[in-house]
């Protein structure tokens, strides 16, 4: 049973469902039988394109593209019919673009529609001459109309040495979502740098993003390559102390040692010079307090270690302790503690 399960399960003719079909009484009386009704509405706008569309895409050249494939169709349509290439017929994906000219006039056609449904105020008043309003954002920015009936800033740059895309930059509204696909287009091509970077590649490809500075920030800080590039490294969790580390004994009752090295001294005076000879020291430290001993070694074999070590125990340990030493088992009898008189050993 728990193997096969129940046996309906492998007899297929089982799960045939058998269906009944009643017929309806009287439907006209019927309470429970509801006609459905659909209401469909369409609502159509003006000539404009319509930002919203634009929330679609989730790169500025896939927009840009995908923009100019549509205005070259629209093209085609308004043509006379004699005039059209064979290539370029009706709907279709066109791969005789210019990367150049059909791409500026895409984005032009973008930012113009971004710009008419969010500064639609400022750009009456500017086509009206009059003041800007007093609540408008881009009053400190002396905005005009381009030729191509782009809002550009105004600013204060007329005659510096600048393109005139970096002069009067084009003003994209920092909170659409055409801002986001700008600055994180100029980021990527910045290699993820900065704040202050993807600024000024934004700023020196002629965009003018409004409250730019903070809205950067905040997309940069939420990109999550920028966070994994930005991230500090991970550390392990360190695990619990030694319980040696950690007893209230005596100093130099549990020791750590380690040879460093070697430096070159002078051994010995020669006629008009010195003979040169290497030393090493063999630092043993204290795991309860920290406390350190030094002692020197003229090579670094096996004899000089015993030797030093064997100082390390008359100097600091005999001193201190007589009776508690945690010595290695091959150290103990490379040492020979027993014939120092007063140590005992204990493991
Ligand atoms: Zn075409
Ligand atoms: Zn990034």
């Known amino acids: 049973m728990w193997f096969t399960g129940p046996p309906f399960l492998s007899h297929s003719h089982h ?33 404009e394109l ?46 005789e673009l210019n990367l150049v000219h059909d791409f500026k006039k895409a984005r032009t056609v973008t930012i113009q529609n971004v710009q008419k449904e969010t500064f639609a105020k400022e ?5 009206e001459k009059e003041g800007m309003p007093n609540d408008s954002p881009l009053r400190a920015l002396d905005p005009f109309i381009d030729e191509n009936g782009l809002l550009r800033v105004g ?6 040495d600048l393109g005139p895309e970096e002069k009067n930059p084009i003003i994209v509204p920092g909170h659409h979502y055409i801002a986001t696909l700008i600055v994180r287009h100029y980021h990527i091509q910045s290699q993820h740098q900065g704040r202050h970077i993807t600024e000024g ?16 920030s905040s997309l940069i ?37 380690d ?11 020669t006629r008009g010079g010195s003979a ?35 100082r390390f125990l008359l100097y600091v340990v005999k001193s201190k302790l007589s009776d508690l030493i945690v010595v290695p088992t091959s150290l103990e009898h490379a040492v020979n503690l027993e014939s120092l008189p007063t140590l005992t050993m204990k493991r």
Not at 155 to 160: K, M, S, W
Not at 221 to 239: D, G, H, P, S, W
Not at 293 to 310: G, K, L, P
Request: proline content about 4%.
């Open 259 to 269: 040879v460093f090295g070697p430096w070159t001294v002078c051994s010995r005076r």
């Open 123 to 127: 750009i009456q008043s500017i086509l």
């Open 201 to 216: 590649a934004v700023r020196s490809a002629g965009y003018w993003i409004t409250g730019g500075k903070r809205y950067m």
């Open 15 to 47: 799960l045939k469902l058998e269906t009944e079909t009643f017929t309806l009484v009287d439907p006209a009386q019927d309470t429970e039988i509801r006609p459905q009704v659909t209401t469909s509405s369409t609502t159509s706008k003006g000539k």
């Open 276 to 310: 040169d000879s290497k030393r090493w020291a063999v630092l043993f430290t204290c795991l309860n307090i920290r406390a350190i001993h030094i002692e020197v070694i003229e090579s670094m074999d096996t004899s000089s270690f015993i030797n030093s070590f064997r």
């Open 155 to 160: 600013g204060r740059l007329r005659n510096a």
């Open 221 to 257: 800080f939420k990109y999550v390559i920028c966070k994994k590039l930005r991230n500090t490294c991970e550390t392990q969790k360190m695990a619990d102390l030694p319980p040696d580390r950690l007893r209230t004994d005596p100093p130099f009752t549990h020791i750590g040692l």
């Open 50 to 95: 319509g930002s919203e569309c634009f929330c679609r895409f989730s790169s500025w050249n896939t927009l840009t593209r995908a923009l100019a494939c549509l205005i070259h169709v629209a093209h085609l349509f308004k043509q006379k019919r004699d005039s059209q290439l064979d290539l370029c017929k009706g709907w279709h994906l066109c791969k």
